[in-house]
């Protein structure tokens, strides 16, 4: 069984400690691929080293929505360099964040729509951060073309799904459809066509509901993939080779990934 976790933060320094023996474990649980995106200027290069040290990791480069505010002008040019170096699978994480109060929508529309013009000008997907502004999302990928990428934590409406669809994207799913409680993620995951599902885990972050809120990793995966062909009524390994196959798909880059992966 192959897996792909399409969104994790292995350079958190929650890993400081172990993070050879996270990725190990991972790659022993068929984890055969991790997407690794940065979220401001200051950690490209730290993704950019775990990802050039571990042939199954690969770095998407983006100024997150929630680190836009110590963000300066000059970071783009920074990320349009580390692009042109890096080869990325994506632009991201970028987005909009509007669930705190008092948040500057402006302002992260103006550092979201400078990276998804850098995006276009480089030919690659994006990693979305969506939180309470699925429409405002929307409306910019509408106007700025991009060549699709993964929707990260996708918990929207269906309505709001099948516009993303029509984009190129695909969702992602992981720690939290796991909640017994998330019942409209669990009807999305359920119910989306199958070509729309991805995997991620977000790590360290969005734990599933077995580790009891303690640190996640994507050693998680398969145990979020066997979920998902519970919520799908298919067996894990149609999941796997599903969610596998999107991904390649939405992020070509990963092929790379694989490929290594399958010589080693």
């Known amino acids: 069984m192959i897996l792909v976790d399409t969104h994790c933060h292995l350079d958190a320094a929650e890993f400081d400690a172990d993070r050879e023996a996270v990725i190990d ?5 068929g984890v055969a691929a991790m997407v690794l995106p940065a979220v401001e200027r200051a950690n490209f290069a730290a993704v950019a080293e775990i990802c050039h040290s571990h042939s199954g990791c690969g770095p998407a480069f983006g100024i997150h929505p929630l680190y836009v505010e110590q963000a300066q002008p000059e970071d783009l040019q920074a990320l349009r360099d ?5 080869k990325p ?12 109060a008092g948040h500057d929508a402006a302002h992260q529309e103006y550092y979201f729509v400078e990276q998804l013009k850098i995006a276009r000008e480089f030919d690659l997907p994006v990693l979305l951060h969506i939180r309470r502004a699925a429409d405002a999302v929307l409306k910019h990928l509408r106007r700025i073309k991009v060549r699709g990428g993964v929707a990260h934590a996708f918990n929207g409406s269906r309505q709001q799904a099948d516009e993303f669809l029509k984009l190129g994207f695909k969702l992602g799913f992981g720690g939290a459809m796991t ?11 359920a119910t989306l066509p199958g070509e729309a599902v991805v995997l991620e885990t977000d790590a360290p972050d969005i734990p599933p509901v077995w580790l009891e809120r303690g640190r996640n990793a994507p050693q998680e995966l398969p145990r979020i993939a066997a979920m998902l062909a519970g919520l799908r009524q298919v067996d894990t390994q149609t999941v796997a080779g599903m969610t596998t196959r999107n991904a390649v798909t939405v992020l070509p880059g990963l092929q790379a990934l694989l490929d290594a992966g399958c010589r080693a």
């Open 179 to 189: 909640f017994e409680r998330a019942l409209h993620i669990r009807e999305l995951a």
């Open 89 to 100: 699978m994506a632009v991201g994480e970028i987005g909009l964040d509007f669930f705190h």
């Open 25 to 29: 474990a991972a790659q022993q649980a």
């Open 82 to 86: 580390v692009i042109a170096v890096g």
